[in-house]
């Protein structure tokens, strides 16, 4: 992150020096001709040399004039001027000028919305558990005049700010509170990131967190945690599932207190159900067999199976 921020520092500086536009660059060449043209003409008319380079001197020297003075500053953007070493005046967007030598062009300040992606690695949270976060920021210049002068490098210093701000967050969060409340982290990074850039005249617009990285050890062991949660509330739902359905029998039974035909009836249907299949085993309690009279019942259903079996082998 240092190296890309001292090689935009380095560039925007070149930039500030050698910055020109194609209206000064077609203004000193029709300077350029103008003055061969005069130096030509007055050369056949024998005019004394000495004005002839008078003459081509004044013509390179406005050249070089309009070459370096006039500017043009883009739509989103605006030019601090120096006079002198002081601060004389913000200038454009679009045609301005300056003058050379006295003037010069500190910085070309962009009042586009600006987008830097910073993080944290290896940060320790509240609960000492080492994470990696990484965030974007998305700020603007509001004063142009204060994002010059007041800070030497703003882009550069925007961007440790956001890291050392997000560095400090996560110190006052713990794991869990990092992982459900990003909202929450978001809108104290920006407060803060934003406290300390306004006297550059910087504004935050918003903070986002775009991925929280966690030891792949921890990692598992919450991917267990979640596991083992989730058996556990399938669990539950099983035992309040069996308790509806106790219920359910209690209430059915009652309808058979009273009635031991309804009672005969429901045993004979149970036993005809369990042994509609071929081979069906059931096992019936003996004290059912005497209350409901389920004796006699199945030695008929017996008798019958032993008469059918033999027809059946003919």
């Known amino acids: 992150m240092r190296r890309s921020l001292n090689q935009t520092q380095n560039k925007e500086k070149q930039e500030n020096d050698t910055r020109l536009n194609g209206l000064s660059v077609t203004v000193c060449l029709i300077l350029i001709a103008a003055g061969i043209i005069a130096v030509i003409i007055m050369d056949e008319n024998d005019v004394d040399p000495v004005l002839i380079g008078i003459l081509g001197t004044v013509f390179a020297l406005l050249s070089l004039f309009f070459l370096f003075s006039i500017k ?3 739509q989103w953007e605006k ?15 679009g045609f301005f000028y300056i003058i050379p030598v006295v ?7 962009d009042h586009r919305v600006m987008v830097v992606p910073f993080s944290a690695e290896k940060t320790l949270t509240k609960d000492t558990v080492p994470v990696d976060v990484d965030a974007v920021l998305f700020w603007v210049v509001w004063d142009a005049q204060k994002a010059a002068l007041e800070v030497n490098d ?11 701000a997000l560095r400090e967050v996560i110190g006052q969060m713990s794991l869990a509170d990092i992982l ?3 909202a929450k982290m978001d809108a104290d990074l920006q407060r803060i990131i934003d406290e300390r850039t306004t006297p550059w005249g910087i504004t935050v617009q ?4 775009r991925d ?23 669990r539950v739902i099983l035992g309040e599932s069996e308790k509806q359905i106790a219920a359910s029998f209690a209430e059915a039974s009652q309808s058979y207190i009273n009635n031991p035909t309804a009672l005969h009836l429901r045993a004979m249907n149970m036993l005809f159900e369990g042994l509609k299949e071929r081979g069906a085993l059931v096992v019936v309690p003996s004290s059912a067999v005497d209350t409901m009279n389920l004796g006699a019942l199945g030695g008929m259903i017996a008798l019958k199976q032993v008469t059918t079996e033999p027809e059946n082998k003919e």
Not at 206 to 209: A, K, Q, T, Y
Request: aromatic share 6%.
């Open 103 to 109: 003037d010069s062009i500190a910085n070309w300040i």
């Open 180 to 182: 459900v409340g990003r």
């Open 212 to 234: 929280i990285v966690i030891p792949q050890d921890l990692e598992d062991a919450m991917s267990r945690q979640a596991q083992a949660e989730r058996e556990r509330q399938a």
């Open 79 to 93: 030019a601090v001027v120096l006079r002198l070493g002081k601060f004389q005046r913000l200038a454009g967007p």
């Open 154 to 164: 703003y882009r550069s210093a925007i961007g440790w700010a956001a890291q050392t």
């Open 72 to 74: 043009i500053a883009n």
């Open 206 to 209: 918003s903070v986002e967190i």
